[in-house]
């Protein structure tokens, strides 16, 4: 849990053949389907892409380089497009959806967030700011932050969620 959303979290093989089926323009084309609600991927649920005239991937890690042993996703990408904030915008935005995830658990029993309700609210402000610290925070400087420069757009925004600048990347 400590390792979520690191690179190796993903399954990139599976992503690799995804984007390979759509690439070749395949009838179909499954991916799996994760939860923010159970934290994870759901086992029993996919869903299918037909043949899309535009794709879009979401993501942490689509312009990591891979592996060097099973491929890269980027060699898959026409475009790619990296959303840039400062760094105490994001952790400000990871609490506040740390919390409001917490509060619709009341409504939710199987929801992962479910086991803080119990919390007062400064500690689940404080366990929020915790895994920020010690788990988002490592991700972003390790891993997410020295890709930007490989995207061909970086869109900076502000602390509204509102785009501040566009850069394009130098062919």
């Known amino acids: 849990l400590a390792r979520k959303g690191f690179p190796e979290s993903y399954d990139l093989p599976l992503l ?20 923010h609600r159970v934290y994870d991927v759901l086992p029993d649920r996919h869903q299918t892409v037909r043949r899309p005239d535009i794709l879009i991937l979401e993501g942490l890690h689509v312009l990591h380089p891979g592996d060097g042993t099973s491929g890269r996703v980027p060699d898959f990408l026409d ?8 760094e105490a915008d994001i952790q400000a935005w990871y609490v ?7 509060e619709e658990a009341r409504r939710d029993e199987a929801s992962f967030f479910r086991r803080f309700l119990d919390l007062p609210a400064d500690q689940a402000e404080a366990l929020a700011r915790q895994v920020w610290r010690e788990v988002n925070l490592v991700n972003l400087r390790e891993h997410i932050l020295p890709l930007r420069e490989h995207a061909d757009i970086i869109l900076e925004k502000g602390p509204d969620h509102a785009v501040r600048r566009v850069r394009l990347r130098e062919p």
């Open 16 to 35: 690799l053949r995804f984007l390979a089926d759509v690439k070749a323009g395949r009838p179909e084309a499954v991916a799996p389907v994760y939860s």
């Open 96 to 102: 506040q959806r740390f919390l409001a995830l917490r």
């Open 79 to 86: 475009l790619s497009v990296y959303v840039d904030a400062e």
